[in-house]
């Protein structure tokens, strides 16, 4: 654990920290870079990767998997679904309102001239969090720009209203004092799948066990999903016997409210506003 004044002296000038707890393991990756690694290696083993051929219909026959894209139909015995917070409604009936996407928006200001670094007292690239319900996460980039995120809009049409940003901004501005004002370079937002208890699950839903999705890692999903990808390998191989904890077990669990969730989200994130702010 670190007091606020080592925190500052050694790390970073936080203004809104109190102290910190560190997690020297914990690091920042790019992941895209990771994510072209994945697809490199995997063409190398043999793998077909078809991008832009998103799955529009699934239809069960005889035990084989009819996937309908717009290029044509593949059909498979074994079906893995990873599409996470992109998940279309409606995409399979085990599916159905299991996952709860929610957007994730960030900023990147330009980089930062010796001066403001000197401010900030920036010492560190490792990544940070706040420990709001409605959190930031942000760090030093390697090229010393500042990156911000936090959680967004509600729904995908208001994700662009200017209100979201803004906040974003003054988390940043709150933070570094020194930065008021600077310019932003990069802003962008995306949908992470959070499950209805937060736990996220790599299962097999159907008796024949063909299919398996991993999905609900709460935006939490890069180291993540290395491993779920592992593990559903496992699984359709029939090799999953062992994996017994809870998220190997049970099914996503759904929601008898599911249809008037996006109202609950509302009226959460003002509560969790104020608390975060107020309280
Ligand atoms: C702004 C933002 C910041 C984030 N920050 C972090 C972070 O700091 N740390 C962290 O661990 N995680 C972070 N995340 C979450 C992380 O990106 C995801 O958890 C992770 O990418 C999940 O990986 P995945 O492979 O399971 O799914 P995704 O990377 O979401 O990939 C799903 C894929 O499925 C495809 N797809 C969807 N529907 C279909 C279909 N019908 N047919 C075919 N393909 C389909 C999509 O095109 C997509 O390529 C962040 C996410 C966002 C948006």
Redo the contacts with the bound molecule.
């Keep these: 654990m670190l007091d606020a004044e080592t925190l500052k002296r050694e790390y970073v000038n936080e203004a809104e920290a109190a102290g910190a707890m560190l997690e020297p393991d914990g690091i920042?990756i790019h992941?895209a870079k990771l994510?072209f690694g994945y697809i490199n290696m995997a063409r190398k083993l043999g793998a077909k990767i078809h991008?832009s051929?998103?799955?529009?219909g699934w239809k069960t026959v005889d035990g084989v998997h009819h996937l309908t894209?717009p290029g044509g139909t593949v059909k498979a015995r074994a079906v893995a679904v990873?599409?996470?917070?992109?998940?279309?409604p409606g995409?399979h009936p085990k599916l159905k309102q299991k996952i709860m996407p929610i957007?994730?928006?960030?900023i990147a200001t330009r980089p930062l001239t010796d001066d403001e670094r000197e401010e900030c007292n920036f010492k560190t690239h490792l990544?940070m969090t706040d420990t709001r319900t409605l959190r930031h996460?942000y760090r030093q980039m390697p090229d010393g720009r500042v990156q911000i995120?936090s959680r967004s809009a509600v729904t995908g049409s208001d994700a662009e209203n200017p209100k979201h940003l803004a906040q974003l901004i003054q988390g940043l501005y709150r933070k570094f004092p020194a930065l008021t004002g600077i310019e932003l370079d990069y802003s962008?937002?995306?949908?992470?799948?959070v499950s209805h208890d937060m736990m996220p699950r790599i299962f097999q839903p159907d008796t024949a066990k063909t299919i398996c999705y991993?999905?609900g890692?709460?935006?939490?999903?890069?180291?993540?999903?290395a491993q779920?990808?592992r593990r559903m390998a496992q699984m359709l191989a029939g090799d999953g016997a062992g994996l017994d904890l809870p998220i190997f077990t049970s099914p996503l669990p759904g929601h008898p409210l599911a249809p008037f969730r996006r109202m609950g989200q509302r009226m959460l994130y003002h509560w969790y506003y104020l608390r975060d702010e107020l309280v």
């Design positions: 920042g992941a994510a991008p051929s998103p799955v529009m894209t990873a599409t996470a917070g992109y998940s279309p995409l957007l994730s928006n960030s990544v996460y995120g962008w937002w995306g949908w992470v799948d991993a999905m890692c709460g935006g939490n999903g890069v180291m993540y999903s779920a990808g």
